[in-house]
């Protein structure tokens, strides 16, 4: 059974988008608009919910994404619905993406731009964190298992 997926993903507010990719500040300057969606989704769904488009600008070719990067949005929607029935509806898995991505945008933007420290140590501390809670939660399961 062939799904359709769509032609490109959205996000709302392109400014954000070139913000982050132009501004020599940025980490993020002369990456691609793909990158930043990426780390905007992980971003949303790690530290947020999902944050429906005001406005749809769809402007990011699907073609764009790598099969890694289609398959971990295909996996946060799996997460999200905790159903695999969400694989026979690609438009849904890439907007629930573009909402992630949406709501970490407004993070991203904000941590690159309005923190002093410097965005590779405020990532640093986020992973580190997210390490020590994988941690926790895998003994706690080896302790039961």
């Known amino acids: 059974m062939e799904v359709e997926e769509p032609r490109d993903l959205a996000y709302e507010d392109v400014k954000d988008y070139e913000k982050l990719t132009k501004d020599s500040v940025s980490p993020f ?29 769809p402007n990011i070719p699907l073609r764009a994404f790598s099969t890694q990067e289609k398959w971990l949005m295909r996996a946060l929607a799996i997460s999200k619905e905790d159903s695999l029935e969400i694989l026979f509806e690609p438009k849904k898995i890439y907007y629930l993406a573009e909402e992630y991505a949406n709501a970490g945008i407004k993070l991203l933007v904000a941590e690159v731009f309005e923190n002093l420290r410097s965005y590779d140590k405020v990532l640093e501390a986020e992973l580190k964190k997210l390490i020590d809670k994988m941690g926790k939660s895998a003994n706690k399961e080896n302790e039961m298992g």
Request: hydrophobic residues 35%; contains cysteine.
């Open 29 to 57: 300057c002369g990456k691609e608009y793909r990158d930043v969606f990426i780390l905007a989704l992980s971003i949303g769904y790690a530290r947020s919910k999902p944050l429906p488009l005001k406005k749809r600008n």
